[in-house]
């Protein structure tokens, strides 16, 4: 059963304060591990896709990483507008029909 | 600009009577999800389709709760009878697969109270 655990469950940042958020990952053959951001009361927006380790994505002030075994999104000179809960989802090779398996998420406060 | 629109956004109903969230997946998507998330639990899957097909729905109570694809445009979960433990916001997502991973959409969710 794939499994995915996210740290730390809360951030709390300085406007500008760059930090990384961490989300490990079990599954029996990647296909796809999913970046989302979610703002209250909203439903979870996607940010990036990454497939194999080594690759990485890059949108705004964030970036993505991968591992065999981890995934970090770094949040560089964060601003207020980058608070919300970010959320790390993985397909496996064997989830019939692509099903994603989400992480607990990780929420992050930015003060100005 | 396509977009997964769910109704109602909001539903408070008594403990005992019938709900049912509605989806529009984005067209062209061939993979519909249905999510529940709670503070406890985080994002749960109930149940998925695949050109309307349902693949999976073992993440749902089967006594009390029903997923359906009627067509492409429309995709139903109903609760019956509903629960005070049913209180949740209710994703759906669509996604279009591919050879790689599945990039799934989300809706606004419906929040559903049961009191």
């Known amino acids: 059963e794939d499994q995915v655990t996210q740290s730390p469950e809360a951030l709390r940042l300085q406007e500008g304060e760059s930090s990384s958020l961490n989300c490990s990952y079990t599954?029996?053959?990647?296909?796809?591990l999913f970046w989302y951001r979610q703002d209250p009361g909203k439903g979870p927006e996607f940010l990036f896709t990454l497939y194999s380790a080594g690759e990485e994505k890059e949108k705004e002030r964030l970036k993505a990483t991968l591992t065999k075994k981890e995934s970090f999104l770094h949040i560089t000179a964060p601003k207020p507008e980058d608070s919300a809960t970010y959320l790390c989802a993985v397909q496996g090779r064997e989830a019939a029909g692509n099903k994603l398996t989400f992480g607990g998420g990780t929420r992050v406060l930015v003060k100005p | 600009d396509a977009r997964v629109t769910q109704t109602p956004r909001d539903k408070v109903t008594e403990m005992g009577q019938e709900v049912t969230m509605r989806c529009q997946p984005i067209l062209g998507h061939n993979t519909v999800f249905w999510y529940r998330q709670t503070m406890m639990q985080g994002l749960e899957l109930l149940a998925y389709?695949?050109?309307?097909?349902?693949?999976?729905d073992s993440g749902m109570p089967k006594d009390r709760f029903s997923a359906e694809m009627p067509d492409a445009t429309l995709a139903t979960l109903k609760i019956q009878p509903s629960e005070p433990r049913d209180s949740a916001v209710y994703f759906c997502?669509?996604?279009?697969?591919?050879?790689?991973?599945?990039?799934?959409?989300f809706g606004q969710g419906t929040r559903l109270t049961v009191v």
């Open positions: 997502a669509s996604g279009l697969i591919t050879t790689g991973g599945t990039e799934a959409f």
């Open positions: 389709f695949r050109n309307r097909a349902p693949l999976d």
């Open positions: 599954v029996s053959g990647l296909r796809g």
